[in-house]
């Protein structure tokens, strides 16, 4: 009877009465909860308003005040402080206030970006929220553990974390790690006997704690305590929160930054010297412009850029349903070479249906809709009659079983494995309902399902204490537990393996997922199955094929894939013919050759490294193999990415270099061993993510590829015209302007630029290949070239025309910002043509962008304040036409140098 109180006297025992709950019978817990059946909705939003939610409190975020702070420790942002303090020591009051003018819009700018990157984390960790199994008045649902209450009763499963102190009522070979909260990493063994009110923690065997882990078995139990309250809150009373933005990328190019700035001092001291020795300049000027060179030449907004490249890369993945849990897979995804799936679910819709069954060397064939309880059951033309041994494969479908069917708003949904389900709407339509016929025989025990010996049991009695076994599992497996075999009549009879073997892989073919049901007598007096039970004797009632069709989706994702120089894999523990029919119809390049589980076993290193990159269906896997998949695929240079969802799957999903474990039908242990959560199981979000992955890594790229030829442009400018001896064609002040231009509005828009068209048609970058290295090292030093003649063309030609100081360089900073913004439309397209309608319109922002620029150099050329401040002047429209066609100039020459690299890399 459902629970339905809302203030419970004995309730407040959850809050208050630590410890004694280990020493009680369960009744006695349960009737001290006011818990004595499953909660009501009303008595759960009770309690929720009594105890709160089932949570710890996160820890502080840091205030606005610490991460502004924060914003100040940076090498960069020191080196510019110190600038502004000597030029005000100078005198030079204009400068300081520039100087700290930047200091102060870099860091609003890093503040701002840093609480983006933050929303996007916080938001991220909400979807990974635990959840918990557990039954209330409408029967078994998944929840979200922070809404579970004391006297819920929670069913815990291998992979389980537990969502609450729990005092078991049923034990099914439960053993849980808590080494959280003991340190004994031995998985404890768990009962539900009363424990001695002395025992401590780790001798509470009858209790399974908030954030402890099961390790194997299965479990149902009343929980007692919830939030702060349980254990695990008691001694951290703190979510543990360690997501950060870091990684190893961004942490090479913060070290790059730094150790770039070193050199750019030490050079700024020896052009300084060189300088006093060969330009003749006054000392002050010289100063100032060796201030001038070291500001120009540090990349100040560099890194804040970077990280909210890769926060947009999160949250864009988080759209296409994968999410990350560990940052630095965000670098990796994008070099995926190899990616191994799971099939049930990921490469498969996971909604069954039984459309055939075979019994004593019959075929049926079971008609209708998905889980609609409609349908005939036909014997090639006509309608089968039914017999005995039908209504008993039905009973052993609908008892063996742990699926429930719920009416929802006029469709049916299966609550637990689909697969479950599609044999209980099969029991109804061979004329057993599960819900009233069932109830005459209650579960007495049971062996639960296990991927590693395939099979599941139960031990049934009617009222009048008859006793039933009934096994249904992986064909050849129950086949073998099999000594005789049912026949139409009710009556068993001898077994002829051979015949049903054939009849296994006449379905299987099919593409249907086939199982064996079979049954064994059981004695009144047997309260307790083991496997040991089932092992032999059994008597085979027949086979049930059950279509799940493969996703559509799936079937385009790995031919986009494919594309992509991606191979696919399919590591299930289905049949291996059942596998190889599915493996063809998504389109899986080997599909010839099927590895099973067993074979795998007998292949030593070479053989396997071998197979594992021939093969790509792998059947009758168990989770160990995945691990030496994983472990041979990247022997041969692979990039790997592994699907997982189990408990045992963990070892598997830590080693590949992208670990994806399932948000719906993953267990929590298969979710905290992963990088990446894939929120719908589905295959096609993988491919979005790795496509994903690519585009964050080409903006990382083109970011840095933007912007250090800026600053290279700038400094190289400075060096010629100081040991030259020439007049600087572009101030100090000037060049701070420039940065931040630059900078601040035009790289940015590069965090959002969508992916490049071809981003999915090239083959994966190499797993080590380096950001700067190679192109970007090549293109950095060739743009900035191009600026220099840039800059320098802008000077000469102004001062031969005006022969102004002032006016040449307002020329060559308008001159150098409009190469900039050319530049950024070139480096949009790393490797396809720039000039195109789509590289033109195609991104909103960069249109914004570029119309903000304009505008800023329009005041910065035009305004008089800003003619006092950076010592500008107003140009003739044939100047600004100078500049833009250096601009145009600049993009019709690296357009040649993308056709020219291309075309290259083509005859190589
Ligand atoms: P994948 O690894 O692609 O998800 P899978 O779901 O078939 O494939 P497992 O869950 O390991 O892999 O199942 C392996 C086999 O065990 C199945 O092919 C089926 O024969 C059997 N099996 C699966 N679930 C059950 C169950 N609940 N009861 C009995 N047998 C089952």
């Keep these: 009877m459902p629970s ?33 059946g499953p909660l009501t909705a009303q008595a759960v939003s009770g309690r929720l308003e009594k105890y709160g939610h089932n949570r710890l409190p996160e820890a502080k975020r840091r205030g606005p005040l610490a991460r502004l702070g924060n914003q100040l420790k940076n090498f960069l942002i020191y080196v510019l402080i110190t600038a502004a303090v000597i030029t005000a020591l100078l005198g030079h009051w204009v400068d300081t206030t520039v100087i700290l003018a930047v200091v102060i819009i870099q860091t609003l700018v890093g503040f701002i970006q840093e609480g983006k990157a933050e929303q996007a ?129 961004l ?31 006054p000392l002050r000027e010289l100063f100032m412009a060796v201030v001038g060179l070291t500001v120009a030449a540090i990349p100040e907004g560099l890194p804040a850029i970077l990280t909210i490249t890769l926060a947009i890369g999160v949250r864009r993945m988080a759209t296409r349903h994968a999410v990350v849990r560990r940052m630095p897979v965000i670098e990796t995804l994008g070099a995926v070479s190899v990616i191994c799936s799971d099939k049930t679910g990921t490469l498969t819709r996971n909604e069954m249906m039984v459309t055939a069954a075979i019994v004593a060397g019959k075929r049926l064939d079971v008609e209708g809709q998905g889980y609609e309880p ?58 057993f309902d599960p819900e009233t016929d069932g109830r005459q025989w209650p579960r007495t025990d049971e062996v639960p399902f296990d991927a590693e010996y395939r099979f599941m049991a139960t031990l049934n009695h009617d009222h009048h204490r008859h006793g039933v076994i009934y096994v249904k599992g992986a064909p050849e497996r129950v086949l073998d537990m099999c000594t005789s075999m049912v026949a ?62 493969p996703r559509q989706e799936a079937i385009q994702a790995i031919l986009d894939c494919h594309q992509a120089g991606i191979r696919v894999k399919m590591i299930t523990g289905d049949h291996a013919m059942t596998a190889s029919a599915i493996g063809q119809r998504l389109g899986l390049k080997n599909t010839v050759r099927v590895i099973t589980g067993t074979e795998l076993g007998q292949l030593d290193e070479d053989e396997l490294k071998q197979v594992a990159g021939e093969v790509d269906i792998f059947a009758r896997t168990s989770p160990e193999h995945k691990l030496r998949l994983v472990e ?155 600026f220099l003649i840039g800059i320098f063309a802008a000077w000469y030609w102004a001062m031969s025309r005006f022969g102004d100081e002032a006016v040449a360089r307002t020329l060559a900073v308008n001159t150098l910002v409009a190469m900039e913004v050319f530049y950024l439309f070139a480096v949009r397209y790393l490797d396809t043509a720039s000039i195109t309608l789509r590289g033109v319109l195609g991104t909103p922002i960069v249109l ?61």
């Design 121 to 249: 984390l916080s938001a991220i960790r909400h979807m990974l929220a635990p959840r918990a199994v557990v039954v209330r008045e409408k029967g078994q649902q998944k929840i979200d553990a922070a809404e579970l209450v004391p006297g819920d009763t929670v069913i815990l499963e291998p992979g389980d974390r537990v969502p609450a102190d729990i005092r078991l009522e049923r034990c099914h070979n439960l053993k849980i790690e808590e080494a959280v909260l003991t340190g004994e990493s031995e998985p404890v063994d768990k009962t539900t006997r009363v424990q001695s009110a002395e025992a401590v923690l780790g001798d509470q065997l009858n209790m399974a704690f908030s954030g402890t882990m099961v390790a194997t078995g299965t479990g149902r139990g009343v929980v007692v305590r919830t939030g702060v309250e349980t254990e695990i809150g008691r001694i951290s009373g703190l979510l543990q929160d360690t997501a950060t933005l870091k990684t190893p990328l």
């Design 632 to 786: 041979a695929l990247q022997g041969l240079h692979g990039v790997v990415a592994m699907t997982g969802d189990g408990v045992n799957d963990a070892p598997a999903l830590k080693r590949a270099d992208v670990g994806i474990a399932m948000g719906v039908k993953g267990s929590e242990a298969a979710r905290e061993a992963a990088s990446v959560v894939l929120l719908d199981d589905n295959f096609a979000s993988i491919a979005a993510a790795v496509r994903e992955g690519r585009t964050v890594y080409n903006n990382l790229k083109k970011a840095i590829a933007f912007m250090l030829p800026i600053n290279g442009g700038e400094s190289i400018s400075l060096v010629t015209a100081l040991l030259l001896g020439l007049s600087l064609p572009i101030s100090a002040l000037q060049i701070l302007w420039v940065n931040l231009v630059g900078s601040v509005i035009l790289a940015m828009t590069l965090a959002f630029e969508p992916a490049e068209p071809g981003v999915m048609k090239q083959p994966p970058r190499p797993r080590n290949e380096s950001l700067l290295a190679g192109f970007v090292v090549w293109r950095v030093a060739f743009v900035s070239l191009l």
């Design 488 to 549: 139409d009549s009710g009556d068993t009879s001898s077994l002829d393996r051979e015949a049903w073997t054939i009849a296994i892989s006449e379905l299987a073919s099919e593409g249907l997922r086939v199982l064996a049901l079979a049954r064994r007598p059981a004695e009144a007096s047997q309260n307790i199955l083991a496997v040991e039970d089932v092992e032999d004797g059994l008597e085979l009632l027949g086979l049930v094929g059950l279509l799940d069709p």
């Design 848 to 908: 914004l962008a570029v119309g903000a620029v304009i505008l800023l150099q329009l005041l910065f050329t035009y305004l008089p304040l800003f003619h006092q401040t950076f010592g500008t002047a107003p140009l003739t429209p044939g100047a600004l036409a100078f500049a833009a066609s250096a601009g145009v100039v600049v993009l019709v020459v690296l357009e040649l140098e993308t056709w020219l690299r291309r075309r290259w890399r083509r005859k190589i």
């Design 374 to 431: 409609d349908g005939d059951i036909r014997e090639g033309k006509y309608v089968t009659p039914g017999s005995p041994l039908l209504d008993e494969l039905a009973r052993a479908a609908a008892l063996c079983n742990d699926a429930h069917l719920e009416h929802h708003e006029g469709t049916i949904r299966v609550a637990g494995d689909p697969m479950e389900g599609a044999l209980k709407v099969f029991a109804r339509k061979a004329g």
């Design 251 to 281: 942490e090479q190019i913060d070290r790059f930054a730094r150790y770039l700035s070193l050199i750019i001092i030490v050079a700024g001291l020896v052009i300084f010297g060189g300088g006093l020795a060969l330009s003749g300049l």
């Design 4 to 36: 339905s109180e809302s203030s419970p006297s004995g309730c407040e025992k959850a809050s208050a009465g630590r410890g004694a709950w280990h020493a009680m019978e369960v009744s006695e817990a349960r009737a001290d909860l006011s818990a004595t």
